[in-house]
């Protein structure tokens, strides 16, 4: 977990953290900044944060789960493990943002990103916060 201790000055530490998932496979977390999921060594998902560089508020910039385990319940766990680390207000991408070209996955949802915060948010991991979308000019 991350000790704010003023002036942008954080300390990390990990914390592991096991779960079995719906498929009944035990999945291991490494819990920091970033979650990170293992099943025997083999990393199969993530979260990673960045941070605001005035505020250093956490906001949300890559999620990923290997297909063969997604909808097992792993990406929500990461997420509410997240949720413990940085609390339930995290910035993240807008529902409404699209990709293309030029574009960083940072800035946008896929298509099962967006469910799984969705779901995140129905069940009460996380609040849902008002989307912040980018000037259409940039």
């Known amino acids: 977990f991350s000790v704010y201790i003023g002036l942008g000055i954080k300390m990390s530490y990990s914390v592991d953290h096991k779960f ?4 009944g496979r035990e999945i291991n977390f490494e819990v920091a900044n970033d979650i ?3 099943v025997q060594g083999k990393e199969i998902g993530y ?8 505020t250093y508020h956490p906001y949300l ?3 990923s789960v290997e297909s063969s385990y997604s909808r097992a319940g792993i990406g929500a766990e990461m997420i509410r493990l997240a949720a413990e680390v940085h609390g339930r207000r995290f910035g993240r991408p807008s529902f409404l943002a ?13 298509q099962d990103g967006a469910a799984l915060i969705q779901h995140c948010i129905e069940i009460g991991i996380i ?10 000019g940039d």
Request: glycine share 8%; net charge negative; no cysteine.
């Open 20 to 23: 079995t998932d719906n498929k």
């Open 36 to 38: 990170i999921a293992h």
């Open 47 to 54: 979260v990673q944060f960045d941070f605001d560089d005035f």
């Open 61 to 63: 910039f890559h999620m």
């Open 98 to 110: 699209q990709g293309g070209s030029g574009k960083s996955s940072s800035d946008y949802f896929t």
């Open 127 to 136: 609040d849902d916060i008002p989307d912040f979308d980018e000037d259409p």
